[in-house]
């Protein structure tokens, strides 16, 4: 199975900060990378797919790109909504996996 | 509006079973892979078991394989996941979720606890 490795596992920033997340796998996976966003006791939320693509309604602000097989998600200015947990996930291959996730705290 | 609304979570002993439903609506159920995600109480995501909209091909995680059967129900609109042999380690907060890769609308989720 292909591992996919998130870092940091948490952060504390302030609002307006830049925020970036990064996932690498360990293998090639094209563009088979998409990020949610997941907040406590909610389902998670799709935010970027293929890797750098905006889904509808997402703000821009969100952003995604890769370079070889590292993966990262950037907040260019977070806002209070934005702290939550964030997932990446490849879906190149079976099974799915999942990176182990990234804590967004308040500084 | 695409709603994924999951039942059949609950309290169960190990070695039981239980049945999970995920009644789909908003889009056409038939033309969607879909799949079930665990999440165990303060973790992070695990995927369990994908179908393909005809199923055709089915999937299963190495942790679910022999022990969970998915199956879908497209003129009901509805996705299962039968669970046998239940564990500790299967608690968790059952999602489902819809699949034209990328996976992108979940459901609420059930919580299944494995418990004695």
């Known amino acids: 199975a292909i591992q996919m490795t998130q870092s940091p596992s948490s952060l504390s920033a302030s609002v307006g900060d830049r925020v970036t997340i990064t996932c690498r796998a360990s293998q090639a996976i094209r563009d088979y990378l998409n990020w949610y966003q997941q907040k406590p006791g909610k389902a998670p939320k799709l935010l970027i797919y293929?890797?750098?693509n905006l889904q509808s309604g997402v703000p821009s602000t969100f952003s995604g790109s890769r370079s070889g097989t590292d993966f990262t998600l950037t907040i260019s200015s977070l806002q209070p909504e934005d702290f939550a947990t964030y997932y990446c996930?490849?879906?190149?291959?079976?099974?799915?996996?999942f990176g182990g996730g990234t804590k967004v705290e308040i500084k | 509006e695409v709603q994924l609304v999951e039942s059949g979570g609950g309290l169960v002993k190990p070695g039981g079973s239980l049945r999970l439903s995920c009644a789909a609506s908003g889009f056409t159920f038939s033309t969607y892979s879909m799949n079930w995600v665990r999440q165990a109480p303060g973790k992070g995501l695990e995927w369990v078991s994908s179908?393909?909209?005809?199923?055709?091909?089915?999937y299963y995680a190495d942790s679910a394989k022999g022990r969970f059967t998915i199956s879908r129900d497209n003129g009901k609109n509805s996705l299962f996941l039968q669970m046998n042999s239940l564990r500790a380690e299967d608690t968790a907060v059952y999602y489902c979720?819809?699949?034209?890769?990328?996976?992108?609308?979940w459901g609420q989720g059930t919580l299944v606890t494995v418990s004695s």
């Open positions: 293929t890797a750098s």
């Open positions: 179908i393909s909209s005809s199923s055709t091909y089915i």
């Open positions: 996930l490849q879906d190149y291959n079976y099974p799915p996996t």
């Open positions: 979720a819809r699949d034209r890769q990328p996976v992108d609308y």
